[in-house]
């Protein structure tokens, strides 16, 4: 257990309640065509960084953990920094290692998946590229090669099309290759299909309980081979393009089958690796196989009796999955423990898209509170609906809640993550993310005069970018090109201002210093009235 933070000896810390709001999906990047940030009608934010201390932080690549820094940030790692003060090794980069160094394949999760196999399927289902931030296809290449060797006869992929994290109809570019990949494997004694696949949200990969009905059309697809049949996956994607004119993370679900026969359903004695290593979106397809009679979400139909593992445990709290390839890292020293040993009362919002990035991804990927009674965590129910058709999202309901806990006079400490430019950014509609950027500055100009109201203070950041580059990047002039959506998180930094028209003359910037994601937690104890952690990454500001 943490000890309680220390006092500053040269700074009381902020007079009223401190705000940390995550504009999630805002980067910097160059004002241009393709830069929704820039052009949204943005007065406030734009004043913000005209009047107020600004400095830019690293939100990609080692600086939150990621192998290397061709590595976009994304919420999840840029949460755990924020939260936790310090950078951990992160999925892919721990995956990457466990597979180089052979431990995935001598764990005993991996010698059960290959042996309760034994006159069954191996089964493979994750999301189908290498954006490196939910999967990565080489991981899968990996794991098929290895159970080749291990004496696998039967391996069949799920494939859950991205065109989010990567170019945004780039599906083929990852199966055509795979399929050579694949017949370059095959052989009378090893028998390896794609055999069922979609759009990532579409099915399988909904997240916080949001949307259960994804997850009910993934299971109907991977496991019971219900739904339009096609001869391959090119096949489908190419029908599917022509019929909708849809982006690959919105394709329908689709089964490939020969004379009307699937040739992957999933079955008893056969096993199944979820290959995402990111949690988020793989926590409800695991509760799905591994749930009892007790499982009400949706009609599961046939329950097969298979051994499953996700690529690393999901949620550490609630052990999901039971079975994994990989150990998650251990984040410890968290900035919510340190406060709550303290005795500071935190107050943590955001609608449900974000809701579990600041409670579980901010608290070091874990479930529950640290204390119930020094802690409130409000959730705003998200839209069902596709962002872009109402790309304010709940902004206005978050800024509602987020006033009446600073009015309340109950919290020391608040944080809340505005949604909007990251999911909609998402979408690739420019139209639609510029108005979920107009959204956001309309709240901040909500908040802003209330947080003067009760003498408190500011931290006004990003997880990483998004919004800021809405089409893909000419890489010989670096300009957007028109019409080539980019649907992906960015390598752009992120801002920080610090809002406090009441202690600022205390305290300055560091404008020298190159800071990321993780420094904003020692800030923000400094702002309290604190010292950080020895084992934190340093602060951004330098006291008078």
């Known amino acids: 257990m943490v000890k309680p933070l220390k006092k500053l000896e040269n700074f009381k810390g902020v007079e009223g309640p401190l705000v940390t709001i ?18 949204a009608y943005t007065p406030t934010l734009d004043m913000l960084m005209k009047k107020y201390p600004m400095i830019t932080l690293k939100a990609h690549g080692t600086a939150v953990g990621l192998p290397s820094d061709d590595d976009m940030g994304n919420s999840e790692v840029g949460h755990n920094a924020l939260g936790a003060g310090q950078v951990f090794a992160q999925g892919a ?48 290449k990996a794991m098929i090669i290895k159970a080749k060797e291990d004496g696998v006869k039967r391996v069949r992929i799920h494939i859950l099309l991205d065109g989010r994290d ?45 949307d259960w009905n994804m997850v009910k059309n993934g299971w109907y697809t991977h496991v019971l081979g219900e739904g339009r049949q096609f001869p391959s996956a090119e ?48 926590i409800e397809i695991s509760r799905a196989f591994e749930s009892g009679a007790e499982f009400d979400r949706f ?31 251990e984040i410890t020293n968290t900035m919510s423990e340190y406060l709550v040993q303290t005795g500071i009362t935190q107050f943590a919002l955001s609608e449900t898209q974000k809701f579990g990035h600041v409670t579980y991804f901010w608290n070091g990927n874990r479930s529950g509170k640290f204390s119930e009674e020094l802690e409130t965590y409000v959730e705003v129910p998200s839209d069902v609906v596709p962002f872009e058709q109402r790309p304010w999202m709940k902004c206005a309901e978050i800024t509602d809640k987020l006033i009446e806990a600073l009015r309340s006079g109950k919290y020391r400490y608040l944080r809340c993550n505005f949604p909007n430019g990251d ?8 139209a639609a993310t510029r108005i979920s950027v107009e959204a956001l500055d309309l709240q901040l100009a909500r908040i802003l005069p209330v947080i003067d109201e009760v003498k408190g203070a500011a931290i006004i950041t990003a997880d990483h970018g998004n919004a800021d580059e809405m089409f893909e990047t000419d890489k ?38 190159r800071f990321g994601l993780s420094s904003v937690a020692a800030t923000t104890v400094n702002l309290l009235g604190y010292e950080a952690p020895e084992m934190w990454d340093a602060s951004t500001i330098k006291f008078s």
């Open 93 to 140: 980069k721990l995956v990457s290692a466990s597979i180089e160094s052979g431990k995935m394949f001598s764990s005993d999760t991996w010698k059960k998946l290959v042996n309760s196999c034994d006159s069954g399927t191996l089964h493979f289902i994750g999301l189908f590229s290498d954006g490196n931030v939910h999967s990565h296809i080489d991981h899968l």
């Open 22 to 39: 995550v504009m999630d999906g805002i980067g910097l990047a160059p004002a241009n065509d393709g830069n929704a940030v820039y052009l």
């Open 423 to 430: 999911m909609v950014g998402h979408t690739g509609s420019l």
């Open 235 to 282: 096949e489908a994607i190419k029908t599917y393009r022509a019929e909708l004119g849809v982006i690959d993370q919105d394709l329908p679900p689709f089964v490939i089958a020969e004379n009307g026969v699937p040739v992957g359903t999933i079955n008893d004695g056969d096993s199944v690796v979820f290959f995402n290593f990111r949690g988020d979106r793989a």
């Open 166 to 210: 990567v170019g945004e109809t780039s599906a083929l570019d990852y199966v055509l290759p795979f399929e050579s990949f694949m017949s370059g494997l095959r052989s009378p004694d090893f028998d390896i299909r794609i055999a069922s696949g979609g759009g990532r949200m579409k099915i399988t990969m909904d997240r916080y309980e949001a």
């Open 299 to 329: 009609d599961r139909v046939r329950v097969p009796k298979v051994f499953y593992a996700g690529m690393l445990e999901y949620d550490g709290d609630l052990h999901i999955p039971a079975n994994y390839l990989v150990p998650p890292p």
């Open 476 to 513: 010989k002039t670096g300009l957007p090109k028109p019409g080539k959506a980019k649907t992906s998180h960015t390598l752009n930094p992120v801002p920080m201002i610090i809002y406090d028209n009441y202690t600022a003359d205390k305290y300055s910037l560091d404008r020298e210093g």
